[in-house]
């Protein structure tokens, strides 16, 4: 059994940045793809950025390519997103997942989620 929580998400004016953090419990966390997936209210949830288990592959949407960065650290078993140059479109929930398949985890059907973290852009 995997836990993730998510940290980081909060209020930020446009242009600025946020980085948001996926600690997740659990002794193989490098054997685990990991990704971040978002809500919108309104909207169904949609990917924003996978990353493979040794973090050497990485993977985004091309809304946020180029403004966001996926990484991680496997010995503090965390995965990070880097999110700068927010737009108001960002605004969302933004959820974590792993998965030792990289392929459900970039299609959403990964085995673990977190609970997710708000993160709201707006002036």
């Known amino acids: 059994q995997v836990q993730l929580v998510e940290s980081g998400g909060g209020l930020v004016q446009p242009g600025g940045s946020l980085r948001l953090s996926c600690a997740a419990s659990?002794?193989?966390?490098?054997?685990?793809?990991m990704g971040w997936f978002r809500q919108a209210p309104g909207k169904e949830r949609e990917f924003v950025a996978v990353?493979?288990?040794?973090?050497?592959?990485?993977n985004y949407a091309d809304s946020v390519k180029g403004r966001f960065t996926i990484s991680r650290d496997n010995a503090k078993n965390t995965v990070y997103l880097q999110m700068n140059r927010l737009k108001p479109e960002d605004t969302a929930v933004y959820y974590c997942?792993?998965?030792?398949?990289?392929?459900?985890?970039?299609?959403?059907?990964?085995?673990?989620w977190g609970q997710g973290t708000q993160v709201t852009v707006s002036s």
């Open positions: 990353i493979s288990g040794s973090g050497s592959f990485t």
């Open positions: 997942n792993g998965d030792p398949d990289f392929s459900q985890v970039y299609r959403g059907r990964a085995d673990y």
């Open positions: 659990g002794r193989t966390f490098s054997g685990y793809a």
